[in-house]
């Protein structure tokens, strides 16, 4: 049931309770007493810290990775790797060629860490499903993987050079495309495309550059019976109408926005939503009582479409 709950909320339906999903990431590394590098690169690791951590957090819902380097590395980005922290991207190829000029390629399942992931997800799901437990596949939204490509550049030619950032991030939303296939091959019921920078750009912008580099994903997700989902993150209200109409079943934000305004926007169009636990000021700084800050989420959300989650 739990399982089913979670979907139905992504989905924008009515539950019996908020269902939970923790954004473990490389908290899960923590939890076993591992460094997050040696985990991200060990698919028996990596299966170990996603289940222990869907057992210790009563997890309804848990990602297989948080990690938006895993695209990048797939079509030749170089990583630097960090013992508590996701790898970093240090190169950027499309810095001042396109794509095509770069001569990148489509990732297939033998690219950068796929095969890891394949793996841990054949380890890892039969132990989630027991536990009903869903497993998701997060991969990195186009304008977040076009400034893993071309660097901070992409965010002034979206408006200098639009036909350079055009050829970036349609690219970038092709290999989404093709993350969405192999997440949905691995068994993952939810696949969210996680575009953390989208809230940088203005409304227009967004529908210009990102609303149609996101389609064919969606697409993918659908046609494999998937439940799809928009993760934002910053102060994205600009972008928030934009991001229900974008087409996924539900979305997802961060603590920097109102819960009550998110809540009625989402019911208004009829999709699912999900946070709003302050990650920063509650459960890393402790400014605020983590159970308080809880409390007046779950109060917010409510039972129609929502997951509660960390923002």
């Known amino acids: 049931m739990a399982k089913q709950m979670l979907i139905d909320a992504y989905r924008g339906k009515r539950t019996a309770k908020p269902p939970w999903v923790p954004y473990a990431g490389v908290h899960c590394a923590f939890l076993i007493n591992e460094p997050a590098d040696k985990m991200l690169q060990d698919p028996e690791l990596l299966a170990k810290g996603v289940v222990n951590a869907a057992k210790r957090y009563n997890a309804d819902g848990i990602p297989l990775v948080f990690d938006l380097s895993v695209e990048a590395n797939s079509i030749g980005c170089d990583l630097k790797w960090w013992p508590d922290n996701v790898p970093s991207v240090t190169n950027h190829p499309c810095s001042d060629k396109t794509p095509q000029d770069a001569g990148l390629q489509m990732p297939t399942k033998d690219s950068g860490r796929w095969p890891v992931l394949y793996e841990a997800a054949r380890i890892a799901k039969p132990q989630l499903d027991e ?91 659908h046609d494999a019976g998937a439940t799809s989902s928009f993760f934002i993150c910053g102060d994205c209200t600009k972008v928030m109408e934009d991001v229900c109409k974008i087409g996924t079943h539900g979305f997802a934000i961060d603590e920097q926005l109102n819960m009550l305004f998110v809540r009625d926007l989402a019911r208004k169009h009829g999709v699912g939503f999900g946070g709003n636990l302050k990650l920063t000021l509650a459960l890393s700084l402790g400014l605020l009582s983590p159970r308080e800050d809880a409390i007046v989420s779950l109060a917010a959300g409510g039972q129609e479409g929502y997951t509660f989650a960390p923002g």
């Open 131 to 221: 536990l009903d437990c869903v497993l998701m596949g997060l991969f990195c939204g186009p304008l977040t993987l076009a400034s893993h490509l071309a660097g901070v550049r992409i965010f002034t030619d979206v408006y200098k050079h639009p036909d350079f950032a055009a050829d970036v991030i349609k690219f970038a939303g092709e290999v989404g495309a093709r993350a969405a296939e192999f997440y949905a091959e691995m068994g993952c019921e939810i696949i969210a495309i996680v575009d953390p920078v989208a809230s940088q750009i203005k409304s227009e912008t967004f529908q210009q550059f990102v609303t149609p580099n996101v389609q064919s994903a969606i697409q993918v997700i």
